[in-house]
């Protein structure tokens, strides 16, 4: 696509940095290079110049690159301005490549959305992009750079294809079925394969929970009687005082969370209301709010205090289950033979703390493990691969005499497919997606 403005942004971090880096992309490119650093460098090496502004001052000394379109990121002639990180540089330098006629500054996401106009991108890519700069996590890096590779779109482009072909074999046994070369058999070959692909996209679905742990953490959450120690385990994993760790009953009542990097993994600890039968209104309130987000948790861990164990009723909660004995400095050997702890802990001298956090990594690490390698990223990608799955199974088991409604099936069905990766119209999705980036990108 051509426009006709030309867009620019700050594109690396806060400032002051020690280099900034300054993008701009767009017809108005090749000028604005000549007036402000004097000519326009050689394709895609860095050149050293000094850049002027409009009254012959001097900016500041900085590289430059020129990437010419469409070779670039946005499929248009783009620059880049490697300067000195300073603020009163950049809003110089900033100031005088907007002055030029054509040239403004760059909205949210801006860069990308010209790069998915201009085909350099689809939409699955973008999305990934978006998780690859948002990625805290050695899974979220991965997970974002195997997707903006394109292997999940590859994936989606591949069953797409498979359905325009079905299609195309149908409705051409549909309109030459007297034609002798045209085989009646045709039409099982087809509806076999559509069945199995249907199979395909329903098990790739199954994997979107592996891709929700990876990008929003594996949840755990800690339950128990009052003093059990659940706030102390939660301020000895957040290492630092989040929660107040008190002798009264009652002291935790709403849910508190910390996010920790396990083994490459997000992983969300929740802090909650002590469980018991006697207890406050804003008390009782809590420990509902505790058992529902049990509910939901991939991991409970149930802490009971080994001095004086109070039975805990989770009956209603059918969550992965870690009995943890704690306060085990309080004990002495004579009673271990009555021990029954998957763990006992201690967060005064840190006893079996790290063999604790060591599993809660290993069973996080797993989770995102068990699905394969190539997952549904988003929950628009679920919904529509859903929809098309239904429209298959329906085209499937329709009645053979349907041949034209199941022809029209089939086409819905690879239109959902194109919706997500951006082949068809979903011009309604665009200002959501690209609102996601920061400004520079």
């Not at 022809?407 to 959501?432: F, K, Q, T, Y």
Request: glycine share 8%.
């Amino acid at each position: 696509m051509h426009f006709q403005d030309s867009i620019v942004a700050l594109s690396s971090g806060r400032l002051p940095s020690g280099v900034a880096v300054v993008r701009l992309s767009g017809p108005r490119v090749r000028f604005a290079l000549e007036t402000i650093a004097g000519d326009v460098p050689e394709a895609r090496k860095a050149a050293l110049r000094r850049l002027r502004s409009a009254d012959g001052s001097v900016i500041d000394t900085a590289l430059v690159l020129f990437f010419p379109g469409p070779n670039s990121f946005t499929g248009e002639d783009v620059a880049e301005f490697h300067s000195h990180g300073g603020r009163a540089v950049v809003a110089a330098l900033l100031r005088t490549l907007t002055a030029i006629e054509g040239v403004r500054q760059a909205d949210s996401g801006e860069f990308t959305r010209r790069a998915f106009l201009n085909g350099k991108l689809d939409l699955v890519e973008t999305e990934a992009l978006a998780d690859m700069i948002g990625a805290e996590t050695e899974a979220q890096r991965r997970f974002a750079v195997r997707n903006a590779g394109g292997v999940q779109s590859r994936l989606y482009a591949d069953w797409r294809r498979r359905l325009i072909h079905a299609r195309a074999m149908i409705e051409t046994e549909i309109d030459f079925a007297d034609e002798s070369d045209v085989p009646g058999s045709v039409s099982d070959v087809v509806w076999a394969d559509v069945a199995a692909l249907a199979q395909e996209i329903e098990r790739h679905v199954r994997g979107y929970h592996a891709a929700e742990i990876i990008r929003d953490g594996f949840d755990v959450v800690i339950l128990g009687a009052p003093n059990a120690g659940k706030s102390s385990l939660f301020n000895a994993l957040a290492r630092r005082e989040a929660a107040i760790v008190t002798d009264e009953p009652g002291t935790t009542r709403d849910l508190l969370e910390v996010s920790l990097d396990l083994q490459g993994v997000l992983v969300r600890v929740t802090d909650t209301a002590g469980l018991r039968r006697a207890a406050g209104k804003v008390e009782a309130i809590g420990m509902e709010r505790a058992k529902a987000r049990a509910r939901s948790a991939e991991l409970v861990l149930l802490l009971e205090d080994m001095a004086g164990p109070v039975e805990t009723d989770l009956r209603d909660i059918d969550a992965p289950l870690l009995r943890v004995g704690t306060k085990s400095d309080l004990l002495g050997p004579e009673g271990a033979g009555e021990r029954h702890y998957a763990f006992e802990i201690s967060t005064m001298t840190g006893t079996g703390l790290e063999r604790l956090v060591g599993e809660i990594g290993r069973r996080a690490d797993d989770a995102t493990r068990q699905a394969g390698d190539i997952l549904p990223s988003r929950l628009r990608h679920v919904e529509l691969l859903g929809e098309a799955r239904e429209l298959l199974e329906r085209a499937v088991a329709a009645d053979a005499t349907m041949t034209e409604l199941r022809a029209e099936d089939l086409r819905l069905a690879a239109d959902r497919l194109g919706r997500i990766l951006g082949a068809v119209d979903v011009e309604d999705l665009l200002d959501v997606i690209f609102s996601q980036f920061c400004i520079g990108k």
